[in-house]
């Protein structure tokens, strides 16, 4: 089975480009995580979906970050305009259920703002 | 403020022995806890995980160990094998109903090295 998918794998921009982030979630799986890793601040939860609908954005650090999950099987996660301290690596998750088990993550997006 | 805390960026073992892996929390409201591991350019990998009303959970060579009143868990490898140098991350979450459920607090993770 394929596990979660992201896109692309790396991205790198200038100061002020638009920046979109692509998530697949594990077919069936009805909740998604955004996150973001940085070492001053470690894994942090941006934004949650559970059956598409957006519940918890409360870790979305500023009105530049937006995330939508038209369908069941796709996610994104926007930044625009993108500042170099946006830097990171983006990671998707996503689960079974609200609070049942683990989170399976994806590879990442390690992104690069110049 | 940090609620799950890795104290050791980084242990180093021989193959073959044991790795014991900390994590402390402050929240006592946390009622699950998971560790992860991820190898560079990957995503963090689901590994192992235990309900607070346990203190040991055990899937072969990997072990975790609960101490609430303490609030500590360890993960325990054995043997240790060199393919198991990653990061590893414990993570927590509270709350078996409501809506607070699906969040996972993370640790900054320790860097695992295994040598042949």
């Known amino acids: 089975d394929a596990g979660v998918i992201q896109s692309p794998r790396h991205e790198v921009t200038e100061m002020g480009q638009e920046v979109t982030l692509r998530c697949k979630p594990i077919s069936g799986h009805n909740s998604l995580f955004w996150y973001r890793q940085t070492m001053m601040r470690g894994l942090e939860l941006l934004i949650y979906f559970n059956n598409n609908v957006p519940i918890d954005d409360s870790g979305m650090p500023e009105d530049r970050f937006s995330a939508k999950m038209p369908n069941a099987s796709f996610s994104t996660l926007k930044i625009q305009p993108s500042e170099p301290r946006d830097s990171a690596v983006y990671f998707c998750?996503?689960?079974?259920?609200?609070?049942?088990?683990?989170?399976?993550f994806g590879p990442g997006t390690r992104l690069t703002v110049t | 403020d940090q609620q799950v805390k890795q104290n050791s960026p980084s242990l180093s073992v021989q193959e073959g022995r044991i790795s014991i892996l900390n994590c402390d929390y402050t929240?006592?409201?946390?009622?699950?806890f998971l560790w992860y591991k991820k190898y560079p350019a990957e995503g963090p990998t689901f590994l192992i995980s235990i309900s607070s009303i346990k203190d040991k959970n055990e899937d072969g060579r990997f072990t975790v160990f609960l101490n609430k009143s303490a609030k500590h868990l360890s993960l325990h490898i054995v043997p240790s094998q060199p393919g198991d140098s990653a990061v590893y991350f414990c993570a927590a979450k509270w709350g078996d109903s409501g809506g607070s459920n699906y969040k996972l607090t993370f640790g900054k993770g320790t860097l695992l090295t295994v040598n042949p």
């Open positions: 929240n006592s409201m946390f009622d699950y």
């Open positions: 998750a996503s689960s079974l259920g609200q609070g049942i088990g683990a989170q399976y």
